[in-house]
């Protein structure tokens, strides 16, 4: 999980960076490559935000399912609902 941090906050960087050397070299500019720099790291900070939300989001959803706080829209445990449903063997 550590390097899905590092994969999605490095590789926008090198791509916009690379992209910036590219059009620099192309267009005779020497700018492109700080902003396309900036660029990819904004973009790798984001992917960042949303991947740590994302995780975040899954632990207490879980954690909250194996506390049996859980509940469904109308109000009752989901175990139980489940529990009534199976047949008896």
């Known amino acids: 999980m550590i390097g899905q941090f590092g994969i999605n906050m490095l590789v926008p960087l090198f791509v916009c960076s690379f992209v910036g050397m590219f059009l620099d070299e192309k267009?005779?500019?020497?700018?492109?490559?700080?902003?396309?720099?900036?660029?990819?790291?904004?973009?790798?900070?984001?992917?960042?935000?949303?991947?740590?939300?994302?995780?975040?989001?899954?632990d207490s959803e879980q954690s909250a399912y194996l506390h049996g706080s859980r509940r469904s829209r109308g109000g009752t445990d989901e175990r139980k609902n489940n529990k009534d449903k199976q047949d008896p063997v």
């Not at 396309?36 to 904004?42: H, K, M, Q, R």
Request: glycine share 12%.
């Open 27 to 58: 267009l005779g500019t020497d700018f492109l490559v700080i902003v396309l720099f900036f660029v990819g790291a904004v973009a790798g900070g984001r992917n960042v935000y949303r991947f740590a939300r994302q995780i975040l989001s899954k």
